[in-house]
Nanobody
Framework: QVQPVESGGRLVQAGGSLRLSCAAF????????VAWFRQAPGQEREFVAA????????FYADSVKGRFTISRDNAKKTVYLQMNSLKPEDTAVYYC????????????????WGQGTQVIVSS
């Protein structure tokens, strides 16, 4: 397995919280910027949050800033997305990418994609 594996998605009521996890398997995980993306029904995949390899920089889409927090544990090769104050518009399949470019807008995934984890936020 060389693709990341996302987990943690489920049905949650508006205002609730979830923490998504992404287990990565690349041998150079700790040298790469990583990020979360999401794709809502009928829409294109969009950037959500990114974190640099050295944990010194984070980036967020305006739509989630102040509500979501990205973090990583390099020893565990795992990326997390803490999602608070969830809104129905957060409903999407959430994907992680284990190598991303953060010097452009939007952040671009260039590494391996996971198959996603479904988040449904009910109103």
């Amino acid at each position: 397995q060389v693709q990341p594996v996302e987990s943690g998605g489920r049905l949650v009521q508006a205002g609730g919280s979830l923490r998504l996890s992404c287990a990565a398997f690349g041998r150079t995980f700790s040298d790469h910027n990583v990020a979360w993306f999401r794709q809502a029904p009928g829409q294109e995949r969009e950037f959500v949050a990114a974190i640099t390899w050295n944990l010194r920089g984070t980036f967020y889409a305006d739509s989630v800033k102040g509500r979501f927090t990205i973090s990583r544990d390099n020893a565990k090769k795992t990326v997390y997305l803490q999602m608070n104050s969830l809104k129905p518009e957060d409903t999407a399949v959430y994907y992680c990418n284990d190598d991303v470019v953060v010097s452009t807008t939007p952040v671009r995934g260039v590494g391996f994609w996971g198959q996603g984890t479904q988040v449904i936020v009910s109103s």
